[in-house]
Nanobody
Framework: VQLQASGGGLVQAGDSLRLSCTASGRTFSSYVMGWFRQPPGKEREFVAAIYRSDGSTFYTDYTDSVKGRFTISRDNARKTVYLQMNSLQPEDTAVYYC???????????????WGQGTQVTVSS
């Protein structure tokens, strides 16, 4: 699986961005898809994940600092996962990475495949 992330940029505090991550391969729908970020000078951290439980229900998980502001979604037909980021703050500045794997949504080591990262910079 190869992942291609896009959508980053330079915005002002309070603005919105939508990140996209498109996958190659035939088994996209079976993966937990996650977004992680690495702020300047810090370790990479979990942001959000989306995964499927029984049937067609998708579940999402978010780190506390983005709950209510970020929304993760996926389009299996397009093999794409999105991260809608609203009310961006300077502390959201980071390189954002998408990842595919599982089954543990928050565990970085559970993800087998990573995109190249896209820079998000939020000015105050």
């Amino acid at each position: 699986v190869q992942l291609q992330a896009s959508g980053g940029g330079l915005v002002q505090a309070g603005d919105s961005l939508r990140l996209s991550c498109t996958a190659s391969g035939r088994t996209f729908s079976s993966y937990v898809m996650g977004w992680f970020r690495q702020p300047p000078g810090k370790e990479r951290e979990f942001v959000a994940a989306i995964y499927r439980s029984d049937g067609s229900t998708f579940y999402t998980d978010y780190t506390d600092s983005v709950k209510g502001r970020f929304t993760i979604s996926r389009d299996n037909a397009r093999k794409t996962v999105y991260l809608q980021m609203n009310s961006l703050q300077p502390e959201d500045t980071a390189v954002y990475y998408c990842a595919a794997g599982g089954p543990f949504a928050r565990l970085e080591s559970a993800y087998n495949y990573w995109g190249q990262g896209t820079q998000v910079t939020v000015s105050s």
